[in-house]
């Protein structure tokens, strides 16, 4: 069974930079597109961004364009999110997760139905 564990969010003032990483187990990590998710207080979770199964493909959410950075580490089954000039917008819980099927379409990338392992999130808040 798959799992997910994300780490790297912590309080860090607007302007500032981190890197959020997801471990995940299993040996078939390799086989998939995976996705950040973000929720924040009071808000539906949102797509933030994705990357195809070999990283030669990364899609982001217009918010966080030009912002953050996908990439993937398959040899060490893992993902990261490289999150500068954070805002006190970004302030949330951040979740990485994996699809359903392995070959899931890039347009239904940010649809939040169509991952079905989750991990338990980690927080990131901005300060002004």
């Known amino acids: 069974q798959v799992q997910l564990v994300e780490s790297g969010g912590e309080l860090v003032q607007a302007g500032g930079s981190l890197r959020l990483s997801c471990a995940a187990s299993?040996?078939?990590?390799?086989?998939?597109?995976m996705g950040w998710f973000r929720q924040a207080p009071g808000k539906e979770r949102e797509f933030i961004a994705a990357?195809?199964?070999?990283?030669?493909?990364?899609f982001y959410a217009d918010s966080v364009k030009g912002r953050f950075t996908i990439s993937r580490d398959n040899a060490k089954n893992t993902v990261y999110l490289q999150m500068n000039s954070l805002e006190p917008e970004d302030t949330a819980v951040y979740y990485c997760?994996?699809?359903?099927?392995?070959?899931?379409?890039?347009?239904?990338?940010?649809?939040?139905?169509?991952?079905?392992?989750w991990g338990q999130g980690t927080q990131v808040t901005v300060s002004s």
């Open positions: 997760a994996r699809p359903t099927l392995a070959d899931m379409k890039v347009c239904q990338m940010i649809t939040i139905a169509g991952y079905d392992v």
């Open positions: 299993g040996r078939t990590f390799s086989d998939y597109l």
């Open positions: 990357i195809t199964w070999s990283g030669a493909g990364a």
